[in-house]
Each structure stands twice: as C-alpha cells, then as structure tokens.
C-alpha cells in the first residue's frame, strides 16, 4: 500500500504519540510504501493495518457529520 507521509504523522498524533509524529515527520519520504518502509514503520510503532482504516472517511461516517 502507498500513502503519504501525513497520513503517518495523523495517526500518531491521534494516539498521542506527538515525539515518533514529529519523527516521521523528518525521515519518512513524501510517499511511503508500506512494504518499502516497513521497517521504519515498524521503528515508530505503526501498522500499515492501521493506516488503512483511517483513510478516506467511510460513507457512514461523512453522512454524520
């Protein structure tokens, strides 16, 4: 899976993890591959898993809001 590094930084600013947010922030090229980074995904704690599920929001979420 590709996605971009702020998606990365989003997620661990959501668990409160603002110190491995700014971390990635400095060595996580503008487009992560997920299975190219793995490892340093790995390093900063996140699941690819979980970057999938906070992609775009679901239709039953947008409809709520």
Do not use: F, W, Y
């Not at 971390?23 to 190219?36: E, F, G, N, R, Y």
């Not at 790995?42 to 599920?53: I, K, R, T």
Request: hydrophobic share 35%; proline share 6%.
């Amino acid at each position: 899976m590709v996605t971009d590094r702020n998606t990365v930084v989003h997620a661990l600013r959501a668990q409160g993890d603002h110190d491995r947010a700014l971390q990635a922030s400095c060595i996580l090229p503008a487009t992560v591959d997920t299975d190219k980074d793995a490892n340093v995904l790995s390093m900063l704690g996140v699941c690819p898993g979980s970057l999938q599920e906070q992609g775009d929001p679901s239709p039953t979420r947008a409809a709520g809001t």
